[in-house]
């Protein structure tokens, strides 16, 4: 079985955090999605890898909450938003390494670490 993970950069001006983005890692999900739990698992130790803690991830059902961010809902789940970039199905660990390298290097979780 093969998976196929797509990222794409969002230019979208959005509500600020601390660090001046809209939320560093959300991870989209719904009660309903088989996968979700798998991604939250690699999110979680991606996240443990660089020293962070989990609480910078948060988990929005799509179902019922609104992502804070004034985003397009993504078409597919699970999803994951770290920060301007888009992880759509489970993400393999090494993308979503990257995408979590990307975000440090931009200065994101300055106040985590």
């Keep these: 079985m093969t998976v196929r993970t797509e990222s794409a ?5 959005t509500q600020k ?12 999900s719904s ?8 991604a939250m698992e690699i999110l979680q130790t991606v996240v ?13 059902d799509v179902l019922n909450e609104d ?12 999803a994951i938003r770290i920060c301007q970039e888009l992880l759509t199905g489970l993400p393999d660990i090494d993308v979503a390494r990257g995408a979590v390298m990307h975000a ?3 200065g994101c979780f300055s106040d985590c670490q």
């Design 48 to 60: 443990s890898d660089f020293g962070l803690p989990t609480s910078v991830i948060k988990k929005i």
């Design 31 to 38: 009660e309903k999605c088989i996968l979700c739990d798998a």
């Design 9 to 13: 950069l969002l230019p979208i001006e």
């Design 104 to 106: 440090v290097l931009n």
């Design 17 to 28: 955090t601390e660090c001046g983005r809209c939320s560093c890692i959300i991870l989209y």
């Design 67 to 78: 992502d804070g961010c004034n985003l397009p809902a993504p078409v597919g789940l699970p």
